[in-house]
């Protein structure tokens, strides 16, 4: 696989069985997000968007086809292996910004750590620093209640940065904000792709998408043109 890119996807399906009642959920997927990439998926509601961003994020297999992500084909790793890359690699923020709402936005933003290599004092400090990079400075002590949707969004961003991942895996980021702080948002996704961080994100919203590099349309789990 090329060196440059981070995934590809060949062929790929994915097939759901519901009693005995088939459910083709993607069709022959083929991707190559390359690094740098700011990718935004568009399409309707079932067209397989959140299954496809699931397969990226190694949170699910395919049903038949090849994965490679950082030129190795995922079907070929152990267990402990996604998850090291899921930890370590790819960083993931959602629309609903899954916060824990009794810590802080800092220890929100350490969390992933008690799953890799621990918290240290160099983390903290870069956990600081990356809250201050987002316009939280003054909120490191806050709780997720007692901050706005667009402050609670920065925070899952700047967890999702915490381990340095190659690709940020984004789910409808902005779908519950207002659109000052969806533009907010996505300054900062923008800013980021231009720092060389590379981008999948799934929205409904062709303004949002704009904002992206490249825009692909998911339907009946197919890209069409």
Known sequence: MEKNFI???IDVTKVYFIGKVKYEVLK???LDIEKGDFVAIMGPSGGGK???LNILGLLDRPTSGKYFFEGKEVS?????ELARIRNSRIGFVFQAFH???WASALENVLMPLLYGGGITKEKIEYAKNLLERLGLS???HFR???LSGGQQQRVAIARALINNPILLLAD???GNLDSKSSNEVMDILQELNNQGLTIVMVTHDQEIAKRAKKIKILKDGQFIE
Do not use: H
């Open 76 to 80: 070929k790793l152990s267990a402990g």
């Open 144 to 146: 997720p209640p007692e």
């Open 7 to 9: 995934v590809n996807l």
């Open 99 to 101: 916060l824990v709402p």
């Open 28 to 30: 022959g997927i083929n």
């Open 172 to 174: 409808e980021p902005t």
């Open 138 to 140: 003054a909120y490191l």
């Open 50 to 52: 959140s299954t496809l």
